[in-house]
């Protein structure tokens, strides 16, 4: 099961990965476009939705790979028990918080797709397909928390697992 769950954050990882090179792709073409006399309409757009897959599908494995920003001041100085019951108290929150938001972003997808809401640009998009990728991106880290929450609030990486959430710095930006 761990190894399926890895592979699941892994293939999301590798997924924004994907979008953030097109990102650059698109960014490049219409460069290359505008001095060349193209006129390369809505490249933004789909910039703008890859950049939204890009963030949301990459939260899961930043999250396992222990490189989302977090603010351990109170618990670098706590030991034992004390420190045990906030971890887990902080992931208990963190998973009611991204459920919620995973829901209703699932539920504005599907209501996006049965209207057959499209964007605004000059290329018409099914909307449902960018927000596809946003409640995808959700769901996964919703797994993600959910997994560490089962594991008892140990480690978010695989490279910590049992050894509880890692000691950071006061402040970890990564």
């Given at each position: 099961?761990?190894a ?7 293939g999301?990882g590798?997924l ?17 476009g505008?001095?060349l006399?193209?006129?390369a ?7 703008g939705?890859?950049l939204?897959?890009?963030s ?8 396992r790979?222990?490189?989302?920003i977090?603010m351990t001041l109170a ?7 004390t420190?045990?019951v ?9 998973a009611?918080l991204?459920?919620?938001?995973a ?6 997808t599907?209501t996006?797709?049965q209207l057959h809401?499209?964007s605004?640009g000059l ?12 409640a995808?991106?959700l ?11 089962v594991r008892?609030?140990?480690g978010s990486?695989s490279?910590s ?7 950071l710095?006061?402040?970890k930006?990564?």
């Amino acid at each position: 099961m761990r190894a399926a769950l890895e592979l699941l954050y892994r293939g999301s990882g590798l997924l924004a990965g994907f979008f953030l090179v097109a990102i650059a792709a698109l960014t490049a073409a219409q460069i290359v476009g505008r001095s060349l006399g193209f006129a390369a309409y809505s490249f933004d757009d789909f910039a703008g939705f890859c950049l939204a897959a890009t963030s949301f599908l990459g939260l899961a494995w930043t999250f396992r790979e222990n490189e989302h920003i977090r603010m351990t001041l109170a618990l670098h100085h706590l030991r034992g028990r004390t420190r045990r019951v906030l971890e887990v108290a902080c992931l208990v929150v963190a998973a009611l918080l991204v459920g919620l938001f995973a829901w209703y972003c699932c539920d504005m997808t599907l209501t996006s797709y049965q209207l057959h809401d499209v964007s605004q640009g000059l290329v018409p998009v099914a909307l449902w397909i960018p927000q596809s990728a946003m409640a995808l991106g959700l769901v996964v880290l919703l797994v993600a928390l959910a997994s560490d929450l089962v594991r008892g609030g140990g480690g978010s990486s695989s490279r910590s697992a049992g050894a509880g959430l890692r000691a950071l710095t006061p402040w970890k930006c990564g």
